[in-house]
């Protein structure tokens, strides 16, 4: 049986997604599969490994790399080598004639833009760079993403934009070589495909419904973490089978008032359940008439502000100048640093469906930001 030739940059491409694809288009059916099986594995232990308090950060981090980094170079680079050794001379010698359209793509795939430079489009390329990184960076640091609609939409945006323009560099990379007349579009259209499932719809939906990425600045939760920054990993998958406990960190969605930040999410601890009767006195947590610190290091600061300044303090109205039941179904969240959050004295207990997932690993970003296990 005569193996027909195949385009190393293709199969490259499908390896650098996710590994072993590139083999199988390639024919090499074992060791694709091989690759396929050790990358689900990978991903499914880094999932595991992100929600689990008792594994470290950096331990996360290592399977992590290994799972998205280290394997599809791997793979990648030997797809690419054993499809171009096994083809014809006759094919690599039309294939390497002009610009190759499957080069275009894969490095459009790396860096939307790139193969735009790899093609000469020298304005093309560094306006879709700049584009870009301005929707990646702008809307994390102005707070956009954090806005449903607004994500939603960022999100859609960059699907489309992504799968316009790997089209685009394939289209542009052809047009120097005679255009549509020797070429099929079915490779094209599968492996936009596929970097839509796995590229774009498999983070989102992992996102989404298991583990998330979010970065956590301001004094609130000091020291536990770093004011000045701290990236976080958020637990989406626990919650769907258990409630939220006193003592964990969780990410939420403050009730409306007059004075958190609209649709921004806020880290909070959890102190008292619904049921409980809670009051802050000099900082100091009392819930059913007992002192109570779960697990946390309070914060205090060198000043202890007495009771009747509290009581003048607009924010303070929930469970600090009189006992406040907390409703069944809510939960009474307190920052670490107590002289400086808004929390559920300003807004009183949170709806449990208010509670996005809880936080299971932190580093910040100078310096580590440890949460008790």
Same mark, same amino acid.
């Given at each position: ?72 170079? &791997? %793979?990648?680079?030997? %797809? ?5 050794? &096994? ?11 002009? $610009? ?21 489009? &020298? ?17 994390? +640091? ?25 089209? *685009?560099?394939?289209? %542009? ?37 298991? +583990? ?18 701290? *990236? ?30 609209? *649709?921004?999410? %806020? ?85 449990? $469906? ?8 932190? *580093? ?8 008790? $296990?």
């Amino acid at each position: 049986m005569i193996r027909p030739d195949r385009e190393p940059w293709l199969a490259t491409t499908f390896s650098w997604l996710f590994p072993g694809l590139g083999h199988l288009y390639a024919g090499m059916r074992r060791r694709g599969v091989c690759l396929l099986i050790l990358a689900v594995v990978l991903r499914v232990l880094a999932v595991v490994c992100a929600i689990s308090i008792q594994i470290s950060f950096w331990t996360f981090v290592l399977v992590s790399a290994v799972g998205n980094f280290i394997l599809p170079i &791997w %793979a990648a680079r030997d %797809a690419f080598r054993n499809t171009r050794s &096994w083809n014809t001379c006759d094919f690599e010698k039309e294939r390497t004639a002009g $610009k190759d359209p499957w080069l275009a793509v894969f490095l459009s795939v790396l860096l939307r833009g790139l193969g735009h430079l790899y093609l000469r489009r &020298w304005f093309t390329g560094m306006f879709l760079i700049v584009a870009f990184t301005a929707l990646f960076v702008v809307p994390r +640091v102005s707070g956009l993403v954090f806005m449903p609609w607004a994500g939603l939409l960022l999100f859609i945006t960059t699907f489309l934009l992504s799968i316009f323009v790997l089209a *685009h560099s394939y289209v %542009a990379a052809l047009s120097r070589r005679g255009g549509w007349k020797t070429r099929s579009v079915t490779p094209l259209l599968l492996l936009v495909a596929t970097y839509c499932v796995i590229d774009l719809l498999m983070p989102f939906t992992v996102g989404r419904f298991f +583990v998330a990425y979010m970065i956590g600045i301001g004094p609130s939760m000091a020291p536990t973490f770093n004011e000045r920054g701290a *990236h976080m990993l958020l637990d989406r998958f626990t919650y769907r089978w258990r409630d939220p406990a006193v003592g964990e960190i969780v990410s939420l969605v403050p009730p409306k008032n007059s004075y958190s930040p609209k *649709h921004f999410n %806020a880290t909070k601890r959890i102190v008292a359940v619904g049921g409980e009767t809670v009051q802050v006195v000099n900082y100091r947590v009392y819930v059913n008439g007992k002192e109570r610190e779960p697990l946390s290091r309070v914060h205090r600061g060198l000043d202890v502000i007495s009771d009747e300044s509290e009581s003048d303090n607009p924010y303070y109205a929930y469970g600090v100048r009189e006992p406040y039941l907390v409703p069944e179904g809510r939960y009474f969240v307190l920052g670490d640093n107590r002289t400086n959050s808004l929390d559920s004295r300003c807004y009183g207990g949170v709806p449990r $469906k208010n509670i996005v997932g809880r936080v299971v690993k932190s *580093h910040g970003l100078y310096g580590r930001a440890r949460i008790p $296990k």
